[in-house]
C-alpha cells in the first residue's frame, strides 16, 4: 500500500491552518453541543486508526532486523504509522476548537479563569472541577494545577463578575471537558505506538533525536520519505508554534523563541546552554536530514550512523562551552640580573662602535673633587674640560681604534681621491703676475720646462761642452 505523502503533508497543514483560524475567529457562544464542531471524536477514520493501533500493541511482535529490508513503502506497519502521525495534528486541531468552545461558554461563570490558566487541557481540567461551585475553598485542586496558580485561581474567584450557568450550558461544558480529555488520551496512544516503533523504522534519526520528537518530526513532515526531501533550514523550523499556540506544552506565540521547533525543543538542544541553542539545532537539523536519507534507504538498521553523528554533535558543542585557557602566571626575573645579550646586525654593531665612548670623552665627563675646572667657549655654549683641563704640553691620546673611524660610502671615494700622477692639476693655471706686465697669459708646461733648465744648469754649470772642430 503506497500513499502520496506529499499531497498529505499539504493537506494536513493546510487543515490544521484553517481549523486554528477558524476556532480563533468564530463565536461559539450560539452552538449547543461540541461534536458540532468537533467531529472528529465520532469519526470513522479515528476509530479505523486507533483499532489497528490497539492490535499492534496488544499483538506485541517483536520486529527483528530482518523485517526492515525492502522498500520503507513496503512494511505494513508504516502506512499505519503515517496515518497515526497525521492523526495526531488533527486530534490537536479538534482540541483548539473544543478548548475555544470552552471558553466561550464557561466565560459567563469564570471570565478570568482563561487568563490564569492558558493550557487548553489543565484549562479542560479545571473547568470540570469547578462547574458552578462559587466558593473554590471547598474544592481541591492541586491535584489538577501547581499550588501558587491554585491561590490565585482562588482569590480571583472570590472578586470575579460571574453568574452561574445554567443546567443546560453546564452540562455542554463538562460533556466538552470529557471530549479534550478524551481526545488527548487517544494522542497519547498514538505517540506510544509511533515512539514503540521509531527504533525500527527510522533508527538513525531516533537516535539523534529520540523516539518522541522523532516520531513528532516525522508525522509533521507526513512521513520518512517526505521527511528526506525537506532541507535543514525547512527541518529546523518544523514544528513552530503559531498564533494558536501549542496544545501539548501550553506555549504560546509571544513566550516562544523565533524559529524554535521540535528539534529547538528537543532533550539534546534544550541540555546546552541558552547562548549555543540556536547554533545546536542548525547543526543537529542537518544531521537529521541525513540520518532520514539513510533510513528511507534502508542503511545501517542498527542506527550506528545516527549514534555516531549525535556523539560528534555533542563533543563540538562541549568545545563550544568550554571556558578560555587562563593566562598563566609569569615567574618574576632573577634579581641582579645582568642585560642580556641582544642580537644585532652588522650594520647596527658598526653604528655602535662609531658612537663609543673615548677616553678623551671620559676625561672631560670627570672633574676633581674640591677644583675648579676648565671652561672653553664653543660658539655660543660654554663647556667643561673636567681632566682634560690644567695639563701642560699636549695631551697624551690612546691609539685611534679603526672601528671608530667614519667611513666614507664607496660611491664617494672616486670622488675624494687624487688623480693619478700623468695627469695636469685641475689648479694649475695659464695666468701668471709679473712686476713688469702685471697679469700674462703663459704656457704652464713651458714655465716648467724653463724651470727644469734652470734646475739643470745649476747642477752641471761647472761643465763646459767640447767645442767642435
Known amino acids: 500500500m503506497k500513499m502520496d505523502e506529499g499531497s498529505d503533508d499539504s493537506d494536513s497543514d493546510n487543515s490544521d491552518s484553517d481549523n486554528e483560524d477558524k476556532g480563533m475567529d468564530l463565536d461559539l457562544t450560539a452552538v449547543t453541543s461540541v461534536h458540532a464542531i468537533a467531529k472528529l471524536l465520532r469519526s470513522q477514520r479515528l476509530a479505523d486508526v486507533t483499532a489497528k493501533v490497539n492490535g499492534f500493541m496488544q499483538e506485541a511482535r517483536v520486529r527483528v532486523p530482518?523485517?526492515?529490508?525492502?522498500?520503507?513503502?513496503?512494511?505494513?506497519?508504516?502506512?499505519?504509522?503515517?496515518?497515526?502521525?497525521?492523526?495526531?495534528?488533527?486530534?490537536?486541531?479538534?482540541?483548539?476548537?473544543?478548548?475555544?468552545?470552552?471558553?466561550?461558554?464557561?466565560?459567563?461563570?469564570?471570565?478570568?479563569?482563561?487568563?490564569?490558566?492558558?493550557?487548553?487541557?489543565?484549562?479542560?481540567?479545571?473547568?470540570?472541577?469547578?462547574?458552578?461551585?462559587?466558593?473554590?475553598?471547598?474544592?481541591?485542586?492541586?491535584?489538577?494545577?501547581?499550588?501558587?496558580?491554585?491561590?490565585?485561581?482562588?482569590?480571583?474567584?472570590?472578586?470575579?463578575?460571574?453568574?452561574?450557568?445554567?443546567?443546560?450550558?453546564?452540562?455542554?461544558?463538562?460533556?466538552?471537558?470529557?471530549?479534550?480529555?478524551?481526545?488527548?488520551?487517544?494522542?497519547?496512544?498514538?505517540?506510544?505506538?509511533?515512539?514503540?516503533?521509531?527504533?525500527?523504522?527510522?533508527?538513525?534519526?531516533?537516535?539523534?533525536?529520540?523516539?518522541?520528537?522523532?516520531?513528532?518530526?516525522?508525522?509533521?513532515?507526513?512521513?520518512?520519505?517526505?521527511?528526506?526531501?525537506?532541507?535543514?533550514?525547512?527541518?529546523?523550523?518544523?514544528?513552530?508554534?503559531?498564533?494558536?499556540?501549542?496544545?501539548?506544552?501550553g506555549l504560546f506565540a509571544k513566550g516562544q523563541h523565533k524559529h524554535a521547533g521540535f528539534i529547538y525543543y528537543?532533550?539534546?538542544?534544550?541540555?546546552?546552554?541558552?547562548?549555543?541553542?540556536?547554533?545546536?539545532?542548525?547543526?543537529?537539523?542537518?544531521?537529521?536530514?541525513?540520518?532520514?536519507?539513510?533510513?528511507?534507504?534502508?542503511?545501517?538498521?542498527?542506527?550506528?550512523?545516527?549514534?555516531?553523528?549525535?556523539?560528534?554533535?555533542?563533543?563540538?558543542?562541549?568545545?563550544?562551552?568550554?571556558?578560555?585557557?587562563?593566562?598563566?602566571?609569569?615567574?618574576?626575573?632573577?634579581?641582579?640580573?645582568?642585560?642580556?645579550?641582544?642580537?644585532?646586525?652588522?650594520?647596527?654593531?658598526?653604528?655602535?662602535?662609531?658612537m663609543a665612548v673615548t677616553e678623551a670623552w671620559k676625561a672631560q665627563n670627570r672633574m676633581k673633587f674640591g677644583e675648579a675646572e676648565e671652561e672653553v667657549i664653543v660658539g655660543d655654549t660654554v663647556r667643561g674640560l673636567g681632566l682634560l683641563g690644567g695639563q701642560t704640553g699636549k695631551v697624551r691620546m690612546a691609539a685611534p681604534n679603526p672601528k671608530q673611524k667614519l667611513g666614507v660610502a664607496k660611491k664617494h671615494h672616486r670622488m675624494l681621491s687624487g688623480s693619478s700622477g700623468t695627469a695636469t692639476s685641475g689648479l694649475s693655471s695659464s695666468l701668471a703676475f709679473t712686476p713688469v706686465q702685471g697679469i700674462e697669459l703663459e704656457n704652464p708646461e713651458a714655465a716648467a720646462q724653463r724651470k727644469a733648465a734652470a734646475t739643470d744648469d745649476k747642477y752641471f754649470g761647472g761643465f763646459k761642452r767640447p767645442v767642435s772642430k
Not at 155 to 171: E, H
Not at 211 to 225: E, F, P, Q, R, Y
Not at 280 to 308: Q, V
Open 266 to 354: 528537543s532533550e539534546m538542544v534544550q541540555n546546552v546552554s541558552k547562548e549555543y541553542r540556536n547554533k545546536a539545532a542548525r547543526m543537529i537539523s542537518a544531521k537529521c536530514c541525513l540520518a532520514a536519507r539513510i533510513d528511507r534507504a534502508r542503511e545501517t538498521l542498527d542506527g550506528n550512523a545516527g549514534r555516531i553523528w549525535r556523539d560528534e554533535i555533542a563533543k563540538k558543542l562541549e568545545k563550544a562551552q568550554e571556558p578560555p585557557p587562563g593566562r598563566g602566571i609569569k615567574a618574576l626575573p632573577i634579581p641582579n640580573d645582568g642585560p642580556k645579550k641582544r642580537r644585532g646586525g652588522k650594520r647596527l654593531r658598526r653604528q655602535k662602535e662609531k
Open 66 to 249: 530482518a523485517d526492515n529490508t525492502g522498500p520503507v513503502e513496503d512494511d505494513p506497519e508504516y502506512a499505519l504509522l503515517v496515518n497515526a502521525n497525521n492523526l495526531m495534528f488533527d486530534v490537536d486541531s479538534d482540541i483548539l476548537l473544543v478548548h475555544k468552545f470552552i471558553k466561550d461558554k464557561y466565560a459567563a461563570r469564570f471570565p478570568e479563569l482563561e487568563t490564569l490558566v492558558p493550557n487548553a487541557l489543565d484549562y479542560a481540567r479545571a473547568v470540570k472541577a469547578i462547574g458552578n461551585e462559587m466558593d473554590l475553598m471547598k474544592l481541591d485542586l492541586k491535584s489538577l494545577l501547581p499550588p501558587g496558580l491554585v491561590m490565585i485561581i482562588t482569590v480571583a474567584a472570590t472578586t470575579t463578575s460571574g453568574k452561574p450557568l445554567s443546567d443546560k450550558s453546564l452540562d455542554a461544558v463538562l460533556e466538552a471537558c470529557e471530549a479534550a480529555l478524551s481526545l488527548e488520551q487517544t494522542k497519547i496512544t498514538l505517540l506510544n505506538y509511533v515512539e514503540s516503533r521509531m527504533t525500527f523504522l527510522a533508527p538513525n534519526l531516533t537516535a539523534i533525536l529520540g523516539s518522541t520528537t522523532a516520531a513528532k518530526i516525522m508525522g509533521a513532515a507526513g512521513g520518512l520519505t517526505a521527511l528526506s526531501k525537506i532541507p535543514a533550514c525547512n527541518l529546523l523550523v518544523m514544528g513552530k508554534v503559531g498564533k494558536g499556540g501549542d496544545t501539548g506544552t
